[in-house]
């Protein structure tokens, strides 16, 4: 199966340390697959949004499962592609757009948190800050509506597929 | 309904059984979704894996005599306490 995955400069997985073969090449792990434990993880586009990093990659797996929402697990995986629509110049168009949408439904205490990530989107690059920015719009819209988290996660996550072309279910 | 998070004080409570894996695969998934947005914690947990690099390849020629015995001297310390 397809899947996306989230990588480090040098294509170093952000959690494990993992450096991923080149592409074309498998990786294959060391236990079978577990969740957060071992196997190769990648990403469904649902939950883009909640694990940006630097770069972005099409993977296949070799029989991914898909053992936590949005996350697929499998013994082995190699990358295909680089998603070079990801950069620094769409991470700050997807954290404006974060807080822009955040802003359109907020007041009070979360319309603090929306202009807080507005202030922080102008910043915004494709590691750790736009992440930031995503996080404090979907604190925000928790902040009017108990479940806006999840709801706003989704919206995150269904802009950056549109934005970055790749297939949702 | 609370959003399921965890806090940066919740993480460095747990973060030596995230490092050990003794950690159920909710939690885990949890403590890293915290990472994947805090600047702080990655910085914490990379200064962690790294102590324990350090200290495991520590081998006891590696001290100096007296920094050895200063060492011993606060273990000897602690112990009584």
Redesign the interface.
Known sequence: MEALKFLRPGRVA??TRVTWPPPGQWLAAAAPP????SGVHALLPDVLA????QELWRVELDGGQE??PG?VVAARGRLLGRVQAWSDETAREFARACAAHARRHTRGLAAEYAADAAAAAEKGVAG?SA??V??MA??AA?AMT??G??AERRWQSRWLADRLGVPTR | MSVPELTCEELVEVVTDYLEGGMPAERRLLFEEHLAFCEGCQTYLEQMRETIRLTGTLMEDDLEPSARDALLGVLRDWKRR
């Open positions: 952000p959690f577990e969740l957060c434990r909640t694990w940006i990093a053992l936590a996350i750790d992440t930031r995503g996080y979907a604190r928790e108990p479940g988290f999840a």
